[in-house]
Nanobody, 114 residues
Framework: VQLQASGGGSVQAGGSLRLSCAAS????????LSWYRQAPAKQREWVVG???????NYADFAKGRFTISRDNVKNTVYLQMNSLNNEDTAVYYC?????????WGQGTQVTISS
């Protein structure tokens, strides 16, 4: 199983980014998908998750600004991030959990400048 994250970049505060995570080797339709992030000198933290049934949960800092979605046909999960601020600067990782185990993408850097 491989997860390929993309879509990171550098944007100004208040801007938006859309991250993608394409899976191969296993269908996302039967998995719980999540995004995590790790800021410099901080521990990795959970951002948002979506179950195989489409139920979503968000960290408090993500509510109202971030939206997770999935495309089972493309086998891809997305993270739409709006109203970005400096605290959102981090490496963002996608995670897939299914009956086969727990899998991580390589991370994509998101940098917010004021």
């Amino acid at each position: 199983v491989q997860l390929q994250a993309s879509g990171g970049g550098s944007v100004q505060a208040g801007g938006s980014l859309r991250l993608s995570c394409a899976a191969s080797g296993s269908s996302i339709s039967i998995a719980t998908l999540s995004w995590y992030r790790q800021a410099p000198a901080k521990q990795r933290e959970w951002v948002v998750g979506i179950s195989s049934g489409g139920v979503t949960n968000y960290a408090d800092f993500a509510k109202g600004r971030f939206t997770i979605s999935r495309d089972n046909v493309k086998n891809t999960v997305y993270l739409q991030m709006n109203s970005l601020n400096n605290e959102d600067t981090a490496v963002y990782y996608c995670n897939m959990r299914n009956f086969r185990g727990d899998f991580w993408g390589q991370g994509t850097q998101v940098t917010i400048s004021s």
